[in-house]
T-cell receptor
Framework: NAGVTQTPKFQVLKTGQSMTLQCAQD?????MSWYRQDPGMGLRLIHY???????DQGEVPNGYNVSRSTTEDFPLRLLSAAPSQTSVYFC????????????FGPGTRLTVT | AQSVTQPDIHITVSEGASLELRCNYS??????LFWYVQSPGQGLQLLLK??????LVQGIKGFEAEFKRSQSSFNLRKPSVHWSDAAEYFC?????????FGTGTSLTVIP
């Protein structure tokens, strides 16, 4: 049982490049979410999903896309990277909605130059 | 909108001393409240949660928190801090679909 896994751990992009951050969980959790963590700002919700085929926007969705084709995977796509997207990104999952414990992945540190 | 505020950016305590980290929430009804801990370079781990009922909740690693509606607070406490408790602590609340995190309190433990 690997829990929540994220790849890559580190990534450097140039402005305008696109990429996908991968997130997978093996706990059969319905709810998955993506956060970004910036100094002094805590974690802010980017997108979330309450089940396969269902996604919705969080607090800071601009510049990011998500899809949920399976229960296990929830990739986050940066369409055209900007320096403002330099951050640490965390994926999390929970049994349902957000009322149960969220399990967090180890994070991806992204730098956009 | 729901939100939580952590007024202390950084706290330093001596090993063995007691600890209290502050969290204030903004929500009319009974909120769902959580405390998470993040060790350096790691993801977040749930310490404890409050949904309803007993206002004093026990968590892992010897932590507890008390929900006080009159003060709109959900402060985290530990009677005796260990060096391994040095980390960043986040208070959070949820609407059911979305989580809202505080800005965090960084804890330093000195020998």
């Amino acid at each position: 049982n690997a829990g929540v896994t994220q790849t890559p751990k580190f990534q450097v992009l140039k402005t305008g490049q696109s990429m996908t951050l991968q997130c997978a969980q093996d706990m059969n959790h319905e709810y998955m979410s993506w956060y970004r963590q910036d100094p002094g700002m805590g974690l802010r919700l980017i997108h979330y999903s309450v089940g396969a085929g269902i996604t919705d926007q969080g607090e800071v969705p601009n510049g990011y896309n998500v899809s949920r084709s399976t229960t296990e995977d929830f990739p986050l796509r940066l369409l055209s990277a900007a320096p403002s997207q330099t951050s640490v990104y965390f994926c999390a999952s929970s049994y349902d909605r957000a009322t149960h414990e969220q399990y967090f992945g180890p994070g991806t540190r992204l730098t956009v130059t | 909108a729901q939100s939580v505020t952590q007024p202390d950016i950084h706290i330093t305590v001596s090993e063995g001393a007691s600890l209290e980290l502050r969290c204030n929430y903004s929500y009319g009804a009974t909120p769902y409240l959580f405390w998470y801990v993040q060790s350096p370079g790691q993801g977040l781990q749930l310490l404890l949660k409050y949904f309803s009922g007993d206002t004093l909740v026990q968590g892992i690693k010897g932590f507890e928190a008390e929900f006080k509606r009159s003060q709109s607070s959900f402060n985290l406490r530990k009677p005796s801090v260990h060096w391994s408790d040095a980390a960043e602590y986040f208070c959070a609340t949820t609407t059911g679909n979305q989580f809202y995190f505080g800005t965090g309190t960084s804890l330093t433990v000195i020998p």
